[in-house]
């Protein structure tokens, strides 16, 4: 008789909208994985209970995916963090390891450059780019991009100080950070790293960033082009992408590191792209 199936999750406030579980079982498929993955709704004030319930009383609980607004407190609960977890100072990916410690990691910046530099082809060594926001989103993808060696990393935020304490993680490195008022000059690439967006809303931005050979990124997405990308075209940007891209290739990272076998991606990100339609 089989045994109990390995239990997957994602953990999140909200979750309903999720795409994760779709996601999973499709890579699950793919690579004859025995496991069963769903959304959980937590609490705002219950992640701590929520994790020891998952990890500790439920039968089977494997790995869990972490979203908003949990992924500073994820990061706070793992006991053994990846360095690129410890770098971002948040956590997205968490898992029982063989000697039963809680380890985090955070496959982000990894999906968002994999996302950039393969399935879009964009070379971001040596080129001029800036980031919307200094959110637990933004602090994830910071070390991955820097790690192409752009020429410069610029962080806006309404609120400066805090596109400065993301800054001053990363010493000696072509980080600055301003506020948005303060943008000045074009870039090759902006990144959208807001939920504003997701509102129809729209930082303050200056049309003089944008140029024909700007390519767009918002980390958000949905059946309709964002609100961002629509302002990037509309300033003559050579390319906009949504973030639906970055969300499959994180999610692969994660199934690797869990189940130890990569997935197919594109197929995943076509499926999704045709049920989106």
Same mark, same amino acid.
């Given at each position: 008789?089989?045994?109990?199936? +390995?239990? #997957? ?8 909208? $999720?795409? $994760?579980? #779709? !996601?999973?079982?499709?890579? *699950? ?15 705002? +004030? ?19 995916? @972490? ?15 990846? =360095? ?11 898992? !029982? $390891?063989?000697?039963?410690?809680? #380890? ?10 994999? +996302? ?17 926001? *200094? ?19 610029? !962080? ?8 400065? &304490?993301?800054?001053?993680?990363? =010493?000696?490195?072509?980080?600055? &950070? ?12 902006? !990144?959208?790293?807001? $939920? ?10 200056? *049309? ?9 990124? +918002?980390?958000? #997405?949905?059946?309709? @082009? ?30 690797? @590191? ?20």
């Amino acid at each position: 008789m089989a045994g109990p199936v +390995d239990l #997957y999750a994602v953990m999140g406030n909200p979750v309903a909208h $999720s795409k $994760s579980p #779709y !996601i999973h079982a499709l890579f *699950a498929s793919q690579t004859e994985q025995r496991l069963h993955y769903n959304a959980r709704l937590v609490p705002v +004030d219950g992640f701590a209970e929520a994790l020891n319930h998952f990890f500790k009383e439920e039968r089977g609980g494997h790995g869990l995916s @972490i979203t908003v607004p949990f992924k500073e407190q994820a990061w706070e609960h793992a006991q053994h963090r990846t =360095p690129r977890a410890e770098k971002a100072g948040a956590v997205n990916t968490l898992w !029982i $390891s063989n000697d039963g410690m809680l #380890y985090g990691d955070n496959t982000d910046g990894f999906g968002l450059v994999r +996302d950039l530099t393969v399935n879009h082809q964009v070379d971001l060594e040596n080129t001029r780019i800036l980031i919307l926001g *200094a959110g637990g989103a933004v602090r994830g993808v910071l070390d991955p991009i820097l790690e192409q060696k752009p020429a410069e990393l610029v !962080i806006a935020n309404r609120t400066v100080s805090k596109a400065e &304490a993301l800054a001053e993680r990363f =010493p000696g490195q072509p980080v600055s &950070a301003v506020g948005f008022a303060d943008l000045s000059g074009r870039f090759d690439l902006i !990144i959208n790293g807001t $939920s504003a967006s997701l509102k129809g809303d729209l930082p303050p931005l200056p *049309a003089e960033i944008v140029d024909q050979q700007t390519v767009c990124y +918002d980390m958000m #997405y949905g059946k309709e @082009i964002t609100v961002f990308n629509q302002w990037g075209l509309a300033q003559g940007a050579r390319k906009a992408i949504d973030g639906l891209g970055m969300l499959v290739e994180q999610a692969a990272e994660q199934f690797q @590191i869990w189940r130890g076998v990569r997935p197919d991606t594109l197929t995943v990100l076509q499926r999704l792209r045709e049920d989106m339609a």
